[in-house]
């Protein structure tokens, strides 16, 4: 069973345009939501976290907006760049391991 | 190393076979976990240790698969004979601390798997 449901599977973005990627939940006790980033032939890293009890995070050009009401938090990256070409997974958790989207492959143009 | 430090990068095995998966943590981290990833369906959990407490091994998806972490450190997965299906990329990560609780997951590059 899915816990973390991620769209779309993959996204084609021009350079410059902003770069959107949507995770819902049903689990209601989930705490914490992070999203990774994967780039081919390497592990997932740490991008961006937030916490139920904020609505917005931005970290440069990466933004995590939630909404807990609709139980759903979603990625945009503003000025994408080729070099964020790359596979995002969502995350969702509370106090013990990460529950992953399947993931979406983004590919940014020149 | 600096990193989580997996071995081997690549397996070829036949089914039936059993293999050895093993991985390395950062030095410190109290977190390791399993977790596989299969082409469109992302990251499956599989097992997480934190520090000397029982894991949990919830998302094993048979008896054919186990886990062990030796004094605290290094981990090797075990899949007892092989199918197919459990053709994957085997990642572990690493934390300071649980992943609910904040902790930053720190993977290594992962076990390449093929069962023919």
């Known amino acids: 069973q899915q816990q973390v449901k991620q769209s779309p599977q993959s996204l084609i973005v021009q350079k410059g345009g902003i770069s959107i990627i949507n995770c819902a939940y049903e689990?209601?006790?989930?705490?914490?939501f992070p999203w990774y980033q994967q780039f081919p032939g390497k592990g997932p890293a740490l991008l961006i976290a937030?916490?139920?009890?904020?609505s917005e995070k931005k970290e440069g050009r990466f933004t995590i907006s939630f909404n807990k009401s609709a139980k759903q938090f979603s990625l945009h990256i503003m000025d994408s760049q080729p070099g964020d070409s790359a596979t995002y997974f969502c995350?969702?958790?509370?106090?013990?391991?990460?529950?992953f989207g399947k993931g979406t492959s983004l590919l940014v143009t020149p | 190393g600096a990193g989580v430090s997996q071995s081997p990068s690549n397996k070829v095995t036949e089914k039936g076979k059993d293999v050895e998966l093993r991985c390395d943590p950062i030095s410190g981290h109290t977190a390791l976990y399993w977790y596989r990833q299969s082409l469109g369906q992302g990251l499956e959990f599989l097992i997480y240790f934190q520090g000397n407490s029982a894991p949990d091994k919830s998302g094993l998806p048979s008896d054919r698969f186990s886990a062990e972490r030796t004094g605290g450190s290094v981990s090797t997965l075990t899949i007892q004979r092989t199918q197919q299906e459990d053709s994957a990329v085997y990642l572990c990560?690493?934390?300071?601390?649980?992943?609910?609780?904040?902790?930053?997951?720190?993977f290594g590059e992962g076990s390449r798997l093929t069962v023919l």
């Open positions: 995350a969702a958790s509370r106090g013990r391991a990460l529950n």
């Open positions: 689990n209601t006790a989930f705490d914490y």
């Open positions: 990560a690493s934390s300071p601390r649980l992943a609910g609780a904040g902790g930053e997951l720190f």
């Open positions: 937030i916490r139920p009890d904020v």
